[in-house]
């Protein structure tokens, strides 16, 4: 166990539907990450919030859709996928404010496992 | 691309044998870092190296780091069938980190 849950683990979805990742993390960390990781690819960073905002979004379509509610919570929303979407989708958090979480190690979930029909 | 590169991409070894995993990037770091991923789970942060340091040990783990050549490695001694996974390389710059496409260990019994 990490400190950092993800939930759910598998989700499966047609390209209509509308579904909400969730990740929370109990390590009292400051920053979290959404990364996409595909068969044969590098892990993708999507979204980076530090202290409640984002202050990282590489260039990731408009079908995902952030919101940290809190330092604690951390929401991937879902809309209109594509079936090039299915992914592992990993949540991480760690220490360190804007600027400053790279200098630290990372905890990861366990991820979700996406399909998108 | 600025990711990092891993070589070999995959490695195959019995126990009790070392495994060697290398570790190429682009850019300037502050540091690099290595992590394990079982399959299909999420990732496990092994060690961290920072810019100004040339190795590092953790248990069975060596890391070098050698900022003239852009690269690193990884030494796991004594593996265990346990120690099957993905190796990730990931550095650091000033404010993500990005990672490499990892080297697949597989250890025999």
């Known amino acids: 166990e990490t400190g950092v849950t993800q939930t759910p683990r598998h989700l499966v979805m047609g390209m209509t539907n509308k579904k909400s990742l969730k990740c929370e993390q109990h390590l009292g960390h400051n920053a979290m990450y959404w990364y996409k990781q595909s068969a044969k690819k590098p892990l993708e960073l999507m979204f980076v919030y530090s202290l409640e905002e984002r202050v990282e979004n590489n260039s990731v379509p408009s079908r995902f859709s952030p919101e940290c509610p809190n330092s604690s919570h951390l929401f991937l929303h879902l809309h209109t996928l594509q079936p090039e979407d299915s992914a592992l989708y990993l949540c991480a958090s760690s220490q360190g404010g804007a600027g400053l979480a790279a200098y630290n190690e990372q905890f990861f979930g366990p991820g979700t496992r996406l399909t998108v029909l | 691309s600025q990711q990092g590169e891993e070589d070999p991409q995959a490695l195959s070894i019995q126990e009790g044998e070392n495994a060697t995993m290398n570790c190429s990037y682009k850019t300037s770091i502050n540091n690099l870092q290595w992590y394990r991923q079982n399959s299909g789970r999420g990732l496990v942060h092994l060690i961290l190296?920072?810019?100004?340091?040339r190795e590092k040990h953790s248990g069975r783990l060596r890391v070098t780091l050698d900022t003239s050549k852009k690269s690193s490695s990884l030494l796991i001694t004594a593996s265990r069938a346990a120690d099957t996974a993905s190796y990730f390389c990931?550095?650091?710059?000033?404010?993500?980190?990005?990672f490499g496409k990892g080297t697949m260990l597989l250890v025999s019994p």
């Open positions: 190296i920072r810019s100004n340091e």
């Open positions: 990931a550095y650091s710059g000033y404010s993500t980190l990005t």
